[in-house]
Every structure is written in C-alpha cells, then in structure tokens.
C-alpha cells in the first residue's frame, strides 16, 4: 500500500508541477522577445504533464488528487469508476468519508481499510500529501486498493481452522481420558513398558490438544469474538502460578528461572487470559534458552501501569524478523534452525490478549545477546461489558 502510495504522490506531484510550469511559461511568454525558447519550455512542460497523466491513468488502483478542501482536482478512470459507482450505491457523503483524512493534519497519513457496504466491497486505503518541488502543498492523494477477495480469503481460512480445529478437539479429549483410566487402574494395573508407552500417547494427544485450542482461539480473534470477562486481577499471583507451573521444565533443562514480583494494586482484566499471555510468554523464554541458561520473570508497578517483563539468555532475534514476531505462523530462524516445536501461534495469542486489555507489547532483543519481552498493561477502571472484540483491522465502515 505503502508503495503505491508515495508512487502516486510523486506523480501527481510532479503533474503538479508541470502545470504550474505551463501557467508560468504563459506568462513570460506575453512580454518576452525569445519566445522560440518559452515555445520549447512550454512543450516539454505539456509532454512532462501528459506522460505523467498518462502514467497515473494506467495505474490498477484507483487514484485521486484532492485540494485543500477536499475536492477532487484529479483522478485517474480506476477511482473515476469507483467513486461513480459508489455513490449510486452508497451516496455522495459515503464518498466524502472514504476520501476523508480521519482528522490527520495536512502532513499526516493514513492507513487503514474503508468498506462500501451497499457495494460489497472493502478498500486499502491510503491518504496523504502531497508536495511539489517547492515544497508547498498541493494537495491529497488518495490511493485505494481492492482487497476484499483476499479478506474473504482469509474468512474462509479461519472458517476451516475453526472447523478442523472442532473436530479434533472431541476424539482428542477423549483419547486422553481413556488414556487416564488405563494408567489409573489399580485393579488391572498395566506393566511398566506399557505405562511409558501410554506416556508418550498422553503426551502426544495433550500437546496436539493444546495446538488445536490455539487454532480455535486464533480463528475467535481474527472473527472478531475474543471475549474478556473483567474482574480485579492480583497479577502478582497469577505471575508466581505461571512461574511454578513452568519450574519443572526449567529445572529438567537446568535453566535458572527467576522471579522478582513487586507489589502490585488489583488491577482489571480477566484472569484467565492474563495467564495465558504469562504462560506462553514463560514457555517461549524456555523454549529459546540453552542449558544453564537464565529466564527473569519481574511484574512491578509504575505510572499507571502494570509492567511485566519476561528476558531470556538466548540466541536473541535477528533484527529483521522483530517486526514479524507477531504474525500468525512466524516462525523465527532459531525455531526453525533448532527444531524447537510450535507453529508460531504463541505470540499472536498473546498480543491480541494485551490490546484486548488496551495494554501494549513490545521486545528487545540482539542476536546472541537474549531477548526481553515488555508487557504493560494500565491499571485503569474495569473493561465494559463484552470488552475484548479484536480482529476488525482498523477497518472503518462508511
């Protein structure tokens, strides 16, 4: 989007500034005494504007160039189209707002997604200045780009996550709890190499359990139904359960993992999720550390904000996959590199879980040198009823 964007705005830009030229031109030309040499000028200024134009024209995207009172002072047959359409569908002030600047100032930009509803349709939209080689403002480009069979694409991707994921969870649940009853039968016990063997089955079936709740639980968020239930939350408490509940494993790999938990007023939020975030976050720092490594755990106080911090002595993250960490199913290079499992769902989880909070999420990290994951979230009033609707990607209806 981004892309198109400032292609259009240096275009336009400069069709801008061949119309100036040409109005200029016009005026030396009626007292100048070389007028072979304002000829030439005038040319070159009309073939410059007219190559521009014709670039602009045979762009995909619809194209606009608005002036200061957002009137349209060009645009390309692709927006012409759009825009005659949707206004016989959705009215000239549906028009209007998918051209509005949302309240961004002149220098600012917009990014996000506008929908058409009567028309059915869902644009990228891009809007911001533009400027011409004096830098004066000569107006606002608006760039739009079609993406709803890629939304619908995704729909239909998370449908069948959520459907998949469904199915599995009843025969897998099942599974291990007839797993249960078998190693729990003291009156037909089962001899040792068979317990070991039913240990791996229960292993298995509760990890891929766990995969699919994390499918499910994706496929909500992407739909828009991830739902909090607020309460006041002791975050130092759930903080020491995630810690004890991950100190087997950190123990097994003989990995030092430290807790410093500061004191903390109630906050609000829901529990539950607030756990999960902790756990996965926990697990990952294990996941990513090497045998006598070190894993922090702190949660403190501070400007109106819970602040929870998980570090690790690991490989680190490269700094060109930090911006990605997030996506559903990215995999880092150390995962992948070291076999570790996952599908790349933990993060994604749990950063729709904070903003679900209005909290926020961030990492550091340099190769080689760990990796800190900071977590704040406010600790302000409850979350309104049915809080924690995530998913819509910014998207604005018109």
Do not use: W
Request: some cysteine; aromatic content about 4%; glycine content about 12%.
């Amino acid at each position: 989007m981004a892309r198109h964007g400032q292609a259009g705005g240096f275009a336009l830009g400069a069709l801008a500034g061949a119309s100036a030229a040409l109005a200029f031109a016009r005026r030396r030309a009626n007292r100048a005494e070389d007028r072979a040499e304002l000829e030439r000028a005038l040319r070159t200024a009309r073939e410059g504007a007219g190559a521009f134009r014709s670039v602009i024209d045979a762009a995909p995207d619809p194209i606009a160039l608005l002036d200061a009172t957002g009137a349209v002072r060009f645009e390309n047959p692709a927006m012409r189209s759009v825009r005659t359409a949707a206004e016989r569908a959705d009215g000239a002030e549906a028009v209007r707002r998918a051209f509005a600047s949302n309240g961004a100032g002149p220098d600012g930009e917009v990014r996000d997604e506008i929908e058409l509803p009567r028309r059915g349709r869902l644009y990228a939209r891009y809007v911001g200045p533009v400027r011409d080689d004096r830098d004066e403002l000569v107006g606002r480009l608006v760039v739009l780009r079609d993406v709803t069979g890629e939304r619908e694409a995704d729909r239909l991707k998370d449908e069948f996550f959520a459907l998949v994921s469904h199915e599995f969870r009843t025969p897998l649940t099942s599974v291990i709890g007839y797993v249960e009853l078998v190693l729990d039968d003291e009156e037909d016990p089962v001899s040792a190499e068979h317990r070991h063997f039913l240990g791996v089955v229960d292993r298995n079936a509760t990890r891929l359990l766990r995969l699919v709740g994390d499918l499910l639980f994706a496929a909500q968020v992407e739909a828009g139904r991830l739902q909090l239930e607020p309460a006041d939350v002791d975050l130092g408490r759930i903080t020491r359960e995630a810690v004890e509940a991950a100190r087997p494993l950190a123990e097994d790999r003989r990995i030092e993992l430290v807790a410093e938990i500061g004191g903390l007023p109630p906050i609000r939020g829901d529990g539950d999720r607030l756990g999960q975030v902790l756990d996965n976050l926990i697990s990952n720092a294990l996941k990513f550390t090497d045998e006598g490594g070190r894993v922090r755990v702190s949660v403190a106080s501070g400007d109106g904000h819970a602040v929870i911090e998980i570090s690790d002595s690991g490989p680190g993250i490269a700094p060109e996959e930090l911006d990605r960490l997030f996506e559903r199913f990215f995999r880092a290079r150390a995962a992948t590199d070291g076999a570790i499992p996952g599908v790349g769902l933990g993060l994604t989880i749990v950063r729709a879980i904070v903003e679900a909070h209005e909290g926020t999420i961030s990492v550091a990290s340099q190769p080689g040198a760990g990796a800190t994951f900071r977590v704040e979230l406010p600790c302000g009033p409850a979350l309104p009823a049915g809080a924690g609707r995530a998913g819509d990607g910014g998207r604005v209806p018109l």
